[in-house]
């Protein structure tokens, strides 16, 4: 695992890490339930200018303006291969892909976690997702698992 004083970048899966993991339908297509808290703790990981990134196999509206909401631009939605946008995110950035850490929940996430210098999930992710992590949050996805890392990380930042 590397140092979290080493990452450069937060890489977050959506579905069941930025939220509680079920799509609502509706007449207008689907909904999404995130966290205030996890929108939080973004909002000032951004504001002191930490990269943090959106990777999805899916791409609904709503996750496109909750990231807008958030100041998040680095956006790869609709995006079976996660790994893969992991590796072309950290290149953008000009990072070595040990200093991302990558959240997520399920077994389409397992690679970009390997991948990543540091691999997180929220309390309810798969059981092999949570056996190949580094950090296991004690919150569940879209209920503060998100806030519970970027602390972590806000608590290795430079201060001053």
Not at 64 to 84: N, Q
Not at 97 to 121: E, H, K, N, S
Not at 144 to 149: D, F, N, W
Request: hydrophobic letters at 45%; aromatic letters at 4%.
């Amino acid at each position: 695992m590397t140092p979290l004083s080493e990452i450069r970048l937060l890489a977050l899966d959506v579905d069941g890490v930025l939220t509680d993991g079920y799509l609502y339908y509706g007449a207008r297509g689907v909904t999404q339930r995130f966290c205030a808290g996890d929108g939080a703790g973004l909002v000032e990981l951004r504001r002191l200018g930490f990269p943090v990134a959106l990777i999805s196999f899916r791409d609904f509206p709503a996750t496109r303006r909750r990231a807008a909401d958030l100041g998040i631009e680095i956006l790869c939605l609709g995006s079976p291969m996660k790994e893969e946008a992991l590796r072309m995110i950290c290149r953008h950035l000009s990072i070595e892909c040990r200093q991302a850490l990558f959240m997520g929940d399920g077994l389409m996430d397992l690679p970009a976690i390997r991948t990543a210098g540091v691999g997180a999930c929220p309390a309810d992710a798969h059981p092999a997702v949570r056996a190949s992590c580094d950090i296991v949050t004690e919150q569940a996805g879209g209920c503060g698992a998100v806030r519970e890392v970027v602390n972590l990380i806000l608590g290795e930042l430079p201060h001053g």
